[in-house]
């Protein structure tokens, strides 16, 4: 008996628009099913997915995609997509080196219009190709899926507010599940509950839905006759005033009824949005219980659960949030700051101990940043928690708004480096180089968790704009210190090891990787700690008693900070022999953080080929 008997039957959309429409409830089923087997088996994102069954099937039912534009925003949602678009078959490779993105992705398939992982692009995107078509006289429909909590920012709105001035064809879709990653906050998800509570409004829908009970059937009849009834009452909402066609709220779990009403939006031209309600993790009651839990998993017993396994090492991100806690129960002036991450950032202990100094700011970097600077104008000393990757979407921000004015903000910005499965729009491989050349900024780099600490209190102690930049996962002493209020001298490296011949420089925790690898090899160590300002005495100090140097940062090496330590050993010694380590010009592939680090010669075993190649060119008489 076969597993999957509707689901077997597709590789393609075109397939599954063979199959009749009463048989979609249980291909939807099937779909979840497979869904939640594979997931549990490979890790990912999860809860996401099974939100979408049903709206992914009734979109590629409806539309003729890859011919039909569909766009989706972020893209956790997009397993489901992948599986009825010719990947099912390689879904356990999900994130794996070499295997599929967890992402939409265009190299990898014709059905991934836009490639996404960075929130509220979507409008903007489909917005664009719509134009494109238009210009080129086809008519293909746009299709962009967008979370209420993507809605929250900014860039959405941009693209709401320029696509109703135009008659392209594009249908939003609203998918409101009263979740981004974290619960939603703020006044856009609570104007979205007013709609679905709201009397009047429902009392409208209702209204229109009597009035088709008068008149003889055409096609489009409940979409115009819920319209007229709505304005005779006098209803809008806010997209309505955007300029858009609206339709909805409708259950997102109904793919009949999905079915119908892309079939009569189908129909309309112009801008269109369909306000749909989800239930994340739908399908999948511990999900449905616990969505944040089960938005991103590691692989686990569907019938158990995630389970708690034994407390391991501390990550980079709690010492953050032990920190952060301690240093709020000190100073009150210490306010949170995060842009829809508090679990991915460390913040909730702070969020629950703290919570009339804890703010979220949803899916909003640069009103982040700015929020930040204004805190900071009136005393307050904001501690803003952000990954490397979403700071870049603030970058204006952090030089005009904080650095420009000096201003008293320090940045915590997590999974900086290589974060691993991700891939390319979650690593953190910029920050150093976009960072080191802001007038004003304290950049630090530290290499445990002990460092972290210090330079953590270095940064909050300091009289201005300060960031401390940390990696996804474990240090090296396997544990939180407690009660360090110390700090360390800004701008000043520390000589791990006092070898000859060859110094080390090393920016960051791939520092320990280094330490028994020096020492087999009698070579200087420097942690370097400070990015900027960086320890230049330090430096011409080494220049004049070694042979060669190599430099270890895990972020871009162009334009990063390894450039600048050249120019300045060349200034004192052109002689001197100069190997740079770190992300070499390319967008960083996903995979588990130890195989890129492979790749780009950082893992302990690489590390120390090079060190001996350094060392054995050093000991060559020369000619």
Known sequence: MQRYPLLDTI??????????????????????????????????????????????????????????????DVGHQAYPHKMLTERRARMASMKKRHGLSGFPKRDESRYDDFGVGHSSTSISAALGMAIADQLNRRENAHIAVIGDGAMTAGMAFEALHHAASLSANILVILNDNDMSISPNVGGLSSYLSKILISDLYQDVRSRGKKVLQHLPPFDGLAKFAEDRVKEFAGFSNLFEDFGFDYSGPEDGH????????????????????????????????????????????????????????????PTFTQVFSQWLCETAQRDKKLIGITPAMREGSGLVAFSEQFPERYFDVAIAEQHAVTLAAG??????????????????????????????????????????????????????????????????????????????????????????????????????????PTGNTHTVTIGKGHIVQTGKKLAILVFGTLLSRLKPIAADYQATLVDMRFVKPLDIDLIKQLSTNHDSFLIIEEGCLLGGIGEQVQQIIHQQAKHIHIHCLGISDEFTPHGKREEILAHYGLDSSSLRKTVDQLVTANNKPQS
């Not at 075109?14 to 009749?20: F, G």
């Not at 099974?50 to 539309?63: K, N, W």
Request: net charge negative; glycine share 10%.
């Open 375 to 480: 805190m900071a104008c009136k005393g307050s000393k904001p501690v803003v928690a952000i990954y490397s990757t979403f700071l870049q979407r603030a970058y204006d921000q952090l030089i005009h708004d904080v650095a420009l004015q000096n201003l008293d903000v320090l940045f915590a910005v997590d999974r900086a480096g290589i974060v691993g499965e991700d891939g390319a729009t979650h690593a953190g491989s910029f920050d150093l180089a976009y960072t080191r050349l802001i007038p004003n900024l304290v950049v630090m780099t530290p290499s445990d968790e002990a460092q972290m600490i210090q330079l953590l209190n270095t940064g909050y102690a300091h009289q201005g704009p300060a960031l401390v930049r940390y990696p996804k996962g474990q240090g090296e002493l396997g544990y939180i």
């Open 254 to 313: 109904d793919v009949l009824a999905l079915v119908e009403t892309l079939q009569t939006l189908q129909k309309h031209q112009g801008p269109k949005l369909l306000h749909i309600k989800t239930v994340k993790g739908k399908g999948y009651a511990k999900a449905e219980a616990a969505p944040v839990d089960y938005h991103g998993v590691s692989t686990f017993n569907i019938e158990q659960g995630l389970v708690n396994g034994k407390a391991g090492a």
């Open 11 to 72: 590789d393609t959309p075109s397939d599954l628009r063979k199959v009749p429409l009463e048989q979609l409830p249980a291909l939807c089923d099937e779909l979840r099913t497979c869904l939640l087997e594979t997931v549990a088996q490979t890790g990912g994102h999860l809860a996401s997915g099974l939100g979408v069954v049903e709206l992914t099937v009734a979109i590629h039912y409806v539309f003729d995609t890859p011919n039909d534009s569909l766009v989706w």
